[in-house]
């Protein structure tokens, strides 16, 4: 399944001074996988575009904070 999201796993050298970090978390947007802009893409309406960040649905990504 596609996802915005990726998990990286760093090397973890055995003398590192600090807590090792497992998992790293990084974001892959939309627009890096689409290679040009397809005719006829739906759009949000300007007020609805101007609260998501882009025009068309195809290109949103979503920004969830992690705790």
Known sequence: M????KVWCPYIGPCD?????????YSTP??????FQPPNLPQW?????LRMGTL??????PY????
Do not use: G, M
């Not at 001074?17 to 978390?25: A, G």
């Not at 939309?30 to 290679?35: A, F, V």
């Not at 309406?45 to 575009?49: L, Y």
């Not at 068309?56 to 990504?61: C, E, N």
């Open 45 to 49: 309406s300007p007020k609805e575009a």
């Open 30 to 35: 939309p627009q890096l996988y689409i290679q």
């Open 2 to 5: 596609f996802t915005q999201e």
């Open 17 to 25: 001074p600090c807590p090792p970090i497992r998992e790293k978390v």
């Open 56 to 61: 068309w649905p195809a290109l949103y990504s």
């Open 64 to 67: 969830e904070p992690r705790l």
